[in-house]
Structure formats: structure tokens, C-alpha cells
């Protein structure tokens, strides 16, 4: 009997603590997730797709008997056209028409079928895409007024926030799920400009180009991609932030492509050991690697080894936030920089360029990893013609050649390779071995900076590499 006493009143604590340590996660303004289905799903379509496929024939194809018994009116030697059908989703954001989806869903379609959760159809035509981002702007002539939803912020958004995802996953028909966001900023490598939102809701192939919409029925993100090892939802799914869409969708809608703006500049993320090398107090910040000739950047002043903090006041702390945040500025914007040079933070103004159609934002990282000589682990030569020849290093170009990498030293780990031409060591130029082993011996409280060109991508980058 004690021990049944204790106990309830021990489940009794529990149940208190437990009502008391888990809050309501709602905002102000929040509503039930019964409501925010309800309001949202009317506005969000199926998309069905059709593209003709060319198909390379069997080589068995080239043989007559082969042909004249399985397919006689092919062609010797020809290939053959098949019809791929694809499912997808989108979001009607306008009483008239316009829906926005992904650009993987509609991109080559020759035929665009539009399905609403009532069974209403049209068929829809492409007004623009965006493949950088991976957005896409349809419209259909629908014959009444349209449900559609607005945009959020998403910016506003926080971790750990409430989203509902809404779609046609497998193309089973309209279904929402219920997650939160697991991380903002997120860059996985499928698209030019990436700022995804990250959310467990479950996502699943054909959920892209559905909604991610906040407890307020505002449409946050567009659902764009998944990490998965099976296909199906782990997860980890990952949607477009609206305020990016947006802007793509006024370009879009405007002109029918998208001119982004430009900086001019490669630059690389402040590692420890770039923060170290430069006194700062912890990494912060994008280090610039080069100037490109004749670039917006050049012609404000900015200097390789600037590290930009920030753009128009907001803090830029990647590649991907830089990249982001320049190439939706209008063209011609003067962008307010603030740049640490040496020990100094100073401003720059930088009037926008557009961005060159040959210009590609190319990776600051080296193809194999490697170091440097004097620095365990590396070998490297005097420049001569043989190597210069072997190597493709132009004349204009001095220094000493890595030809030799240890895979498990510090300089492999930061990326110096096989074939790259150290020029710089902290600064100072290395045109000979001797050069390069005064240099090296120098400075040994901090990294050793290198400046490297790269024979293979004719580029310099600055590699940072820790004693």
C-alpha cells in the first residue's frame, strides 16, 4: 500500500513537471494545424508532366534480323523517342493563375497538366525558370477566382519553429505533414545559389514544388529536395526560403529570366586557422582569395586577404551568404561594405555589376589535397623548363612546384596539391628554393600562409596551413 501511494504521488510529480517544463511551442497569431491544412491545401496543385526522351538504341539494333523481328520500322543505326511522365507540385500564389514550382519538375515538359484537390484541371505554360535556384514560374487561364496564399518571412523563421509541409508525394494525392526547422542556411550542393530551410517534416518525391507553410498559413519555403539513402523521406528534407523565391518570381514574372548581380571576387570561409593567422578573436567573416580584373570589387578598392564581415549591414559568415546576398541586389546597387584589412575594419562601397554569362563562381579548393615542403610532408623543386613544360606553368609565372604530398599532413588536409606553384609564403615572394626555406622558417607562432597557382584552372587561391 506505501509503495502504491508513493508511487501515484511520484506520477503525480512527474505529470506536473512535464506539464510545466513543455510550453506551448505556438506564436502569436499561430493556428491549429487542422486550420492551416485546411486553408492551405486548396491552393496547392498536382503537376503532372510530360517530355519525349531520346533513347539510344541496343547495339543488337544495328543487326537486320535482329531489327526486321523485334522492330521493323526502325531505323539502322537510329535512336528511340519515349514519353517520360513526371509528377511534382505547386503553389498558386495569385486569384489569376500564377504558380510557382520547382524548375527540376517542369524543365523540358512539353505537356504541363495543373490538378486541384477537387479535381479541377488546366493546362499550364512555363512563364520562366531559374535552374541557379531551382524555381520556376507557371500560369494557367483558370475560369474563376483562385484560392492562393501569401508569402512569410523567412527570415523570421526560427529553429525549432513548427512547419507544415503540403503536397503530392508519390503522386498518392494531397497529403500535408508536420515538422519543424531543423537548421536555415543550409548549402547541399545541387544548385548555383542555395540558402535551404531544413525541416523533418516528411518530404517525399513529388512533394517538390509544394508548400512549406508556418502555423499562419504563409507559405515559408518551397519544397525542393531530400537527403536520403532509399528515396524516400529520413528526415531531412530541405525547401527554397520564400524571400529568395520571391525575388526569382518578380525577375521571372518581369522579364522572364533572372540578372543577378555581381561582386567580382573569389572568396574562401574564415577557418581557425585563417582567424588565427589574422589575430582575429574566432572566425568571422569570408576571406578573399582574388580580384578579379576589371570586377566591381577592383574598382572599389577591395584587396586579396580583405575579409568582408558584412553587406548592407548583414552579417556574412559563408560562401553561400555572400554569394546569396550580392547576386539578388539590382544590377548597379551600391553595396556598403564593412572589410577588416590588416588590423582595421573599414567600409567600402561597391556599385553592382551583372554578373558575366561566362563568369561560373568557381570552388576555392584544390581537386587532390597536399602541402608544403619545409612543412611536414611535402617535396617541392625549383622552377625549370621541364617542369614548366610538364606542369603547363606560363613564363610569367615564378615560384616552386609541389611534387610530392603527404595525404595525411596538415597542408593535404587544407588542400594543396601536387602541381600547384607556391608564390608567397606570409606575404613574402618565393622565386628559389632558398626563398622558399627562409620563408618557411619564419613566423612559427602562427599558420603558414601560402599564395598558390593552380596550372590546371589557371587560378590563385591562398591556402592556410597550421604548424
Do not use: C
Not at 490538378?115 to 488546366?122: G, H, I, L, P, V
Not at 525558370?129 to 475560369?143: H, M, W
Not at 580583405?306 to 559563408?318: E, F
Amino acid at each position: 500500500m506505501f509503495q502504491n501511494r508513493n508511487f501515484h504521488r511520484l506520477a503525480a510529480v512527474v505529470l506536473l513537471l512535464m506539464a510545466v517544463a513543455v510550453p506551448a511551442v505556438a506564436a502569436p497569431g499561430d493556428l491549429d494545424s487542422a486550420d492551416v491544412a485546411e486553408m492551405t491545401m486548396p491552393a496547392v496543385v498536382n503537376i503532372n508532366t510530360d517530355k519525349v526522351v531520346e533513347r539510344q538504341s541496343h547495339p543488337f539494333m544495328d543487326d537486320p534480323m535482329f531489327r526486321r523481328f523485334f522492330d521493323q520500322q526502325q531505323e539502322e543505326g537510329g535512336n528511340t523517342e519515349r514519353l517520360e511522365r513526371s509528377l511534382g507540385s505547386g503553389v498558386v500564389i495569385s486569384k489569376d493563375g500564377y504558380i510557382v514550382t520547382n524548375n527540376h519538375v517542369v524543365e523540358g515538359a512539353e505537356s504541363i497538366r495543373i490538378a486541384f484537390n477537387d479535381r479541377e484541371t488546366y493546362q499550364a505554360e512555363i512563364i520562366g525558370t531559374d535552374p541557379a535556384t531551382d524555381v520556376a514560374l507557371i500560369k494557367i487561364d483558370p475560369t474563376r477566382d483562385l484560392p492562393f496564399l501569401e508569402f512569410g518571412d523567412s527570415d523570421a523563421l526560427r529553429v525549432g519553429e513548427q512547419v507544415m509541409a503540403v503536397g503530392n508525394p508519390f503522386g498518392v494525392g494531397q497529403t500535408v505533414t508536420m515538422g519543424i526547422v531543423s537548421a536555415k542556411g543550409r548549402s547541399i550542393g545541387l544548385m548555383n545559389y542555395e540558402d535551404h530551410i531544413q525541416s523533418d517534416a516528411a518530404i517525399n518525391p513529388g512533394n517538390s514544388g509544394g508548400a512549406m507553410v508556418n502555423m499562419r498559413g504563409e507559405v515559408v519555403g518551397i519544397n525542393s529536395a531530400i537527403l536520403s539513402r532509399s528515396g524516400g523521406s529520413q528526415g531531412i528534407g530541405f525547401a527554397i526560403p520564400a524571400n529568395m523565391v520571391q525575388r526569382i518570381l518578380t525577375a521571372l514574372r518581369e522579364d522572364g529570366e533572372v540578372k543577378r548581380a555581381w561582386l567580382g571576387v573569389q572568396v574562401r570561409p574564415v577557418t581557425q586557422n585563417v582567424a588565427d593567422y589574422y589575430g582575429l578573436d574566432k572566425p568571422t567573416g569570408v576571406l578573399v582569395d582574388q580580384v578579379t580584373d576589371g570586377a566591381p570589387a577592383e574598382d572599389a578598392g577591395l584587396e586579396e586577404g580583405d575579409i568582408i564581415l558584412s553587406v548592407d549591414g548583414k552579417q556574412v559568415n559563408t560562401v553561400s551568404q555572400l554569394r546569396n546576398t550580392v547576386s539578388l541586389m539590382p544590377i548597379g546597387h551600391k553595396a556598403e561594405l564593412a572589410i577588416r584589412r590588416e588590423d582595421k575594419e573599414i567600409a567600402k562601397t561597391v556599385k553592382l555589376g551583372e554578373l558575366p554569362d561566362q563568369d561560373v563562381l568557381a570552388s576555392t579548393r584544390g581537386e587532390n589535397p597536399s602541402a608544403d615542403d619545409g612543412i611536414e610532408g611535402v617535396t617541392v623543386r625549383a622552377l625549370d623548363a621541364q617542369l614548366r613544360g610538364h606542369g603547363q606553368v606560363p613564363e610569367d609565372i615564378d615560384g616552386v612546384m609541389v611534387v610530392e604530398v603527404s595525404q595525411r599532413s596538415n597542408a593535404a588536409r587544407e588542400g594543396l596539391a601536387r602541381g600547384d606553384v607556391i608564390q608567397e609564403i606570409n606575404g613574402k615572394n618565393v622565386t628559389s628554393l632558398d626563398d622558399y626555406r627562409r620563408a618557411v622558417e619564419r613566423d612559427e607562432d602562427r599558420p603558414i600562409k601560402l599564395r598558390v597557382y593552380r596550372p590546371r584552372n589557371e587560378s590563385t587561391v591562398s591556402l592556410f596551413i597550421p604548424r
